[in-house]
């Protein structure tokens, strides 16, 4: 059974597939200071599972019909001291998002429904990110008077063209999960009723396959945006020679010229 941190999020590991899931589902989500929290601690958790090898794929989703409506703002607002409150509260989601954009093995988002303000930056820590095509994302901020957190100033911008940042993070319009994708926001959409089985099937394939190479190119993908381009190529060379004397390149290469199917330990 899955362990309860705190009321609001769920964390287990089975088949070395470590999972996050957003369970305070009577407030739809929300980011509340103890959701904070339980994000920090089950991060904290994927980390030390991926560390010791129990855990070769890390899986961020949520139960019931939203993924989250994003920050608590009766919370926020019910506070003798607002900006502490909302303080403490990003501290904690932002720890628990640099630890998952840290980790060395693949982490999946998924998004079954709509994703808002900081539910929405929760969303996007993925290296893949599948969303239902009929998902609702919306950043939501400035509508109440605020900025955003949870790295949205830095995923957009960073995935979109500036126009379509620009247009999503001022004005906040909603965008349908099929658009994300279309728009690049997401790696892809399928239609709802078909989320688990596509969910499962790119987990399983990154469950078995060769972890150091994924670790690799995810370190090199994340490199790149500090190094000019020879660096970069240096950088290639050196890691695939290694790659390639190592037992999953060797599996890897031998099982294509054998035209058989790699095993990977």
């Known amino acids: 059974m899955p362990d309860t941190i705190l009321d609001r999020v769920t964390y287990d590991v089975v088949d070395q597939v470590a999972r996050i ?14 959701m904070g929290e339980a994000l920090r601690t089950a991060a904290a958790r994927a980390a030390e599972d991926v560390a010791s090898g129990a855990a070769r794929v890390v899986v961020v989703s949520a139960q019931g019909r939203v993924f989250s409506v994003g920050g608590d703002l009766a919370e926020f607002g019910g506070s003798p001291d607002r900006g502490a409150q909302v303080g403490a509260t990003a ?20 998004i079954n429904g709509t ?23 919306v950043l939501a901020y400035t509508a109440s008077g605020l900025t955003p957190d949870c790295g949205l100033t830095w995923v957009v911008p960073h995935r979109l063209s500036w126009v379509r940042a620009m247009d999503l993070a001022l004005t906040n319009r909603l965008i349908t999960g099929a658009e994300a994708a279309e728009w690049g926001l997401v790696s892809r959409a399928v239609p709802a009723n078909e989320l688990d089985t596509a969910v499962e099937a790119v987990v399983s394939a990154l469950r078995h396959g060769p972890a150091h190479a994924l670790a690799d190119t995810k370190r090199l993908m ?19 020679s290694r790659n390639i004397a190592e037992p999953d390149g060797i599996e890897g290469v031998d099982a294509f010229l054998a035209k058989r199917k790699p095993i990977y330990a």
């Open 91 to 110: 501290e904690d989601l932002h720890a628990a998002l640099a630890t998952l954009r840290a980790l060395e093995v693949p982490v999946v988002s998924v």
């Open 21 to 34: 899931e957003l369970a305070h589902t009577r407030a739809h989500n929300s980011l509340d200071k103890r």
């Open 115 to 137: 994703a808002a303000g900081g539910g929405l930056g929760i969303a996007l820590v993925g290296d893949i990110i599948i969303a239902a095509a009929e998902a609702k994302l």
């Open 222 to 240: 994340a490199e790149s945006k500090d190094r000019e381009f020879h660096d970069q190529l240096s950088a290639e060379a050196t890691t695939i």
